[in-house]
């Protein structure tokens, strides 16, 4: 069966494209099972720096396959449940950072996917939304929780429990996305970030992304020690002298990943 999640690797970045365009890209188990493999070999790549995800066609991703859910018994359904948070889970943990490139739909799983993703940038055409309450559901792909720690939980509840589908706009207001762009410079936007990160010490930025995410998780005492191991591991790196030698030398630095 042909592949619905197509990537190729250029000077660092792995453009990640989801073409199952005749569902608007939505989720079915083997989206996600191709998600969860790419994504693995993106983790595990030495050629892999920066991931950019976008979808093909109108949609990013236009929610979970409803069709395919309809069907499910409870037990697919727990399974999917699974499988759906492993992708969302080894997103969001991986050192390399990911950008979502929203292009159009991104309802429901395909918001959650967006979410689970270091930063997102949406086209004028985008429309987000969680629209799960209308079919008798709740998000469970981690939107009760991320949207939540991402917009606070007023803003969220709105979203949430109306179902509102927004534009790019309203969601760069909401803090739903950090950057709105016209369609044809989505790519050039996701591009340029790449590039700035790529510029940075890589593993200074996965600790840092790391650091991060774990403030959400944790009290503030566990999250403060955690940053102080996390600098020390930084500061005993070769990258380390070489960013600080490269400013004392006023030259650009040429990081190596030690
Ligand atoms: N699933 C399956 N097919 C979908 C789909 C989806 N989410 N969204 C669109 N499609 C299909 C349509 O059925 C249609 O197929 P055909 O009729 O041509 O065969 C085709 O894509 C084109 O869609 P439309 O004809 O509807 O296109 P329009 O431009 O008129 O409308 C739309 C676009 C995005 C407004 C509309 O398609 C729409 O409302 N789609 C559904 C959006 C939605 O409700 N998304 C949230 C899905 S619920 C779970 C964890 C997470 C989740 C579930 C379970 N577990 C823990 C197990 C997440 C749930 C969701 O994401």
């Given amino acids: 069966m042909a592949r619905s999640v197509k990537f190729e690797n250029k000077e660092g970045i792995l453009y990640i494209t989801i073409d199952r365009q005749e569902a608007l890209n939505a989720l079915n188990v ?18 892999v720096k920066t991931v950019l ?28 449940a699974k499988l759906g948070h492993k992708v969302m889970n080894l997103i969001e943990n991986m050192e390399k950072p990911v950008i979502a490139l929203i292009n159009g739909f991104a309802l429901g799983g395909g918001l959650e996917l967006a979410l689970a993703c270091d930063f997102r940038i949406a086209s004028t055409k985008a429309k987000v939304g969680q629209p799960e309450v209308g079919l008798g ?3 469970g792909f981690g ?21 509102e589908i927004i534009d790019g706009l309203k969601a760069l207001e909401l803090g739903i996305v950090e950057e709105v762009t016209e369609p044809d410079t989505l790519m050039e936007k996701g591009v340029a970030l790449a590039e700035t990160i790529m510029k940075k010490a890589p593993l200074a930025v996965g600790a840092a992304k790391t ?3 774990k403030s959400m998780d944790v009290d503030s005492k566990s ?24 400013f004392l030398e006023k030259r650009e630095a040429a990081f190596k990943n030690k």
């Fill in 143 to 163: 939107g009760t929780q991320r949207l939540a720690k991402l917009i606070g939980k007023g803003k969220a509840k709105r979203l949430i429990m109306t179902g």
């Fill in 211 to 213: 650091a991060i995410n």
């Fill in 223 to 246: 999250g403060s020690d955690f940053e102080i191991e996390s600098f020390s591991s930084v500061f005993s790196t070769e990258d380390k002298m070489e960013g600080m030698s490269a």
């Fill in 53 to 80: 995800l976008t979808g093909e066609g109108k949609a990013f991703v236009a929610g979970a396959d409803i069709q395919q859910m309809y069907e499910m018994s409870p037990k697919e359904g727990r399974d999917m």
């Fill in 30 to 47: 083997s989206v996600l099972e191709e998600l969860y493999e790419v994504f693995t070999m993106a983790e595990n790549s030495e050629e």
């Fill in 137 to 139: 559901i709740i998000p």
